[in-house]
């Protein structure tokens, strides 16, 4: 029997910061805690600008990047090619003008264990999906104004 190589889910998010309060050094920190831990592995993460008239380019992640991007320099070597310059527009349409987003894909590690297990019993993923937080938050919400009723 052919051993397959198991991967987690891959996943992308696209973040967006408006143009003057885009301090990165915590979301930085927070993504590399979790590279650091193996909970994620980043295969892509690109930073995109769209000017107030909705024109818009890819950022160089350089030292000297414009303010407030700074800390994604460090992740400037993070390119698999997964991502080319029909993503990069798409990305750029969900944006607002006058932002700046940081797209991340990634996988999700830490799924790797169990799915192997799986496999193992006999098992296979035959679906998987996203819920969007905001969408979990409302439901919660909802039950619990629901229960105090």
Known sequence: MATREVHGPIDFVLIEFPVDKTGSGATVAALMDLINRKVVWVYD???IRKDADGSSSGVELTEDVTEGLEGFASLASVRSGLLGDDEIAEAASAMEPGTVAALIVYENLWAIPF???????GGDVIASARIPAEDVTAALDAL??????
């Open 45 to 47: 993460l690109l930073i």
């Open 115 to 121: 799915i192997t297990a799986a496999r193992d019993a």
């Open 144 to 149: 619990e104004s629901d229960s105090t009723v």
